[in-house]
């Protein structure tokens, strides 16, 4: 929970942050806030270095968050960018079941330094790697923009710079972002249509779900042990994940986040019937329905896993117009860990007021009333690249980046 709140706080200037140092360099840098973060968690002694910790990792996660999506979305063609974004998510999924299954057999101190290893890792993997070609001609760094081109397109990189130029010198130097931009049918109704789908995903609790996940099952009485149950179920969101990688250039965006939607909904639904068979029965709930708590949470995450854990990132980095991306994903993933927060900091409280039933089917609803806006405002992306996604909103390409995107794919497709 408190790393939510530090996320939220951070993200604004962090979107800043990629058009002054860049996606790659951004990246670094949260790279470094990860290794100083866990290294204080390892030290843990005093109680402060503890804070610090979870301060600076809390810092890294935000940075992270908006970064991978932007940068994955700019260096990808449109036929392979949902794959590479929701593969990043499935990466995600992995480490989080790697720490869960880890957790049950090592020390906290030794746990720390394990994670500490893949931040070191990504540090190093990342001077590798070019930065985004977009971004370094957008800054007038032409040598190191053919390089990046040469590195991720290979063979047809003179083409594409050739083609990234010719769009840039249509701009005239008009680099900035304006109130009369933001206000744009293009900008605003992207961004909202980005902010309805990132709200989802926190309206579907899942950040509740998973920072309360042995709580949610102590208090259900099921008979698997809390411990077993959150491995269980990092699991099916890893599987799940990976199902959605391969689907989401194949199926479609839109259709999946559909699914993932009512199925989500409905098992929040069950989740809270189970809590209320449990207050009506009392101890003969184990016995007889002791297997729901568990089964809606499994199915919650493969609904959750199939669209709403990955999709948002996705349509964020591939939605948002290139001059407003780097203010536009800042708020909108500030908004989103705001949101976690709330979430998370509330259940207490709403588990007073409406008890545990009542919470879970209120989040339910929520996300039908959602649905029902997602079906009317929120347009398919799938297999489109980034200069048609611009049109679907209303505007005509404006950005020199977005005007290359088309003959690229065609160049590496």
């Not at 007038?140 to 063979?155: D, E, K, T, V």
Request: hydrophobic share 50%; proline share 3%; aromatic share 10%.
């Amino acid at each position: 929970m408190f790393r939510y709140g530090i996320s939220s706080f951070l993200n604004t200037s962090a979107g800043r942050q990629l058009n002054v140092i860049g996606r790659r360099g951004t990246l670094i840098a949260s790279s470094l806030w990860f290794m100083v973060g866990w290294l204080c968690l390892v030290v843990a002694t005093p109680k402060a270095a503890l804070f610090v910790g979870r301060l600076l990792t809390g810092i890294g996660t935000g940075i992270v968050a908006l970064t991978v999506s932007v940068f994955i979305s700019e260096i990808s063609p449109a036929n392979l960018r949902g794959q590479l974004n929701t593969g990043a998510n499935l990466i995600l999924c992995g480490g989080i079941l790697a720490v869960f299954v880890l957790g049950k057999f090592l020390t906290f101190w030794l746990l720390a330094a394990c994670c500490l290893i893949p931040a070191a890792a990504m540090s190093v993997a990342l001077f590798w790697c070019h930065e985004s070609p977009r971004w370094l001609l957008k800054n007038n760094q032409r040598r190191s923009a053919a390089a990046a081109l040469r590195f991720y397109f290979g063979p047809g990189a003179a083409s594409e710079l050739a083609t990234l130029e010719a769009a840039l010198s249509h701009m005239h130097g008009a680099t900035g972002l304006s109130l009369r931009d933001m206000t744009s049918r293009r900008v605003y109704r992207s961004f909202l249509c980005v902010l309805l789908i990132m709200s989802m995903q926190q309206l579907s609790a899942v950040s509740l779900i998973i920072t309360f996940t042995q709580d949610i099952f102590q208090d259900a009485g099921t008979t698997v042990s809390p411990e077993d149950a959150a491995i269980i179920l990092a699991f099916i969101q890893m599987v799940m994940v990976g199902v959605a990688t391969f689907l989401a250039d194949r199926v479609g965006r839109k259709i999946l986040l559909v699914f993932s939607t009512i199925l989500s909904s409905v098992c929040l639904g069950a989740l809270g019937l189970s809590f209320s068979l449990k207050a009506s029965v009392g101890e003969s709930f184990k016995e007889t329905y002791g297997w729901l708590p568990l089964t809606s949470l499994g199915l919650f995450f493969v609904g959750y896993s199939v669209g709403l854990g990955p999709l948002p990132w996705v349509l964020l980095g591939e939605m948002i117009p290139l001059k407003a991306r780097a203010f536009a994903t800042g708020t909108c993933t500030a908004i989103l860990f705001a949101e976690a927060f709330a979430v998370t900091l509330s259940y207490n409280g709403m588990r007073a007021i409406l008890g545990v039933a009542g919470t879970f089917w209120f989040y339910g609803a929520s996300l039908v009333i959602c649905l029902v806006l997602l079906l009317v405002f929120v347009p398919e992306t799938g297999g489109k690249d980034l200069e048609e996604i611009e049109k679907l909103f209303g505007g005509t390409s404006s950005s020199p980046q977005e005007s290359g995107v088309k003959n690229r794919d065609q160049s590496v497709g």
